[in-house]
């Protein structure tokens, strides 16, 4: 059964630093597209950032966290990692990390996710 898990979120003030992770077991995640969702609440889940399968993986950012957040991937962990810098208090949600063949922003093209991690960014 194929398990993703999140790691790396908490409380930090704005403008600080967060680095999310997102790791499987007998799953290989280089295979994949690898997602980045958040859900604040009452309001839908979003997409903010995805990263190709390999080989020649391409990292795609939505508007509002370009130039903020990067994806990357470490093959040799098998884990995917979300930075998030100059972090705001709206870009507090849950954020959730998910597979899929293709990538996008939209959730319905991801077959697995995990179970998400609470960022909180607050004073």
């Known amino acids: 059964q194929v398990q993703l898990v999140e790691s790396g979120g908490g409380l930090v003030q704005p403008g600080g630093s967060l680095r999310l992770s997102c790791s499987a077991s007998r799953f290989t995640l280089d295979y994949y597209a690898i997602g980045w969702f958040r859900q604040a609440v009452g309001k839908e889940r979003e997409g903010v950032s995805y990263?190709?399968?390999?080989?020649?993986?391409?990292?795609f950012y939505s508007d509002s966290v370009k130039g903020r957040f990067t994806i990357s991937r470490d093959s040799a962990k098998n884990t995917v990692y979300l930075q998030m810098n100059s972090l705001k208090p709206e870009d507090t949600a849950v954020y959730y990390c998910?597979?899929?063949?293709?990538?996008?922003?939209?959730?319905?093209?991801?077959?697995?996710w995990g179970q998400g991690t609470q960022v909180t960014v607050s004073s």
């Open positions: 998910a597979s899929g063949p293709w990538g996008g922003f939209d959730s319905s093209e991801y077959d697995y």
């Open positions: 990263v190709s399968s390999t080989p020649g993986s391409s990292s």
